[in-house]
């Protein structure tokens, strides 16, 4: 156990730490007066909400932000760092966004969310210029932005050195039961006795080498009865 428990910690510790920065957007729908309320249907329904998920984590919209903080980052590898989950409940989508540096995760996700708004802004813009006022609304604005992780959340490293330990317990009884159960040693007279089904009648001392006091340094091997 207690070598699966340094193994647990020196893999943790030669792990990268990897940073999580969180924004929260929230969207609301405004009914127009020739409106049909199909904008809030589809957002409280989640179809709105799942599409503005699936935008934020778009290859176009990754390209952006990594153009806008001048990243190395290509567009596909910083898509894999961006998760976002949308919830019907309280109409808001959680951007989570994972970087080995706790800085850069922060900006990445302010600058992905206050760059969603704005396109977002716009496109409401356009439609009431074309419509008027009285067109279904969705706006989109960032009810909480990312702030700087304090710690990482990857690798954590107490979490592995506790599942290790649970491991190497259940390794180290699963070894005792599996070595108990493949030894066919015969260690009891009364185990003789079961195993050749007769009678043992004395035990013959055998001295295991040299001179030595009565009682030490012998084993007892059994006598058995021709019955």
Known sequence: MAVAIVSAYGISKAMKPM?????????GASVGG??????????????????YAAALGSRTLAQQV?????????????????????TTQNLTIRVDVEDTNPNRARDIANKLADQ???QNQEEATKGAAVLGGQHDTVLV???????TPAAPFRPNTKVNMLAAAILGLILGVVLVFAADWFDDTVREPSEAEVLLDTRILATIPQISGGRSKRGRGRNLAPALSSN
């Open 19 to 27: 940073f999580r920065a969180t924004v929260v957007l929230e969207a």
């Open 34 to 51: 020739n409106g049909n309320a199909s904008e809030y249907i589809a957002l409280t329904q989640g179809g709105l909400l799942n599409k």
């Open 66 to 86: 990594s153009q806008q903080l001048k990243l190395d980052i290509p567009p596909e590898k910083l898509r894999s760092q961006i998760k976002a989950v949308p």
């Open 116 to 118: 969603f708004v704005k």
């Open 141 to 147: 604005d960032v009810q909480d932005h990312a702030i």
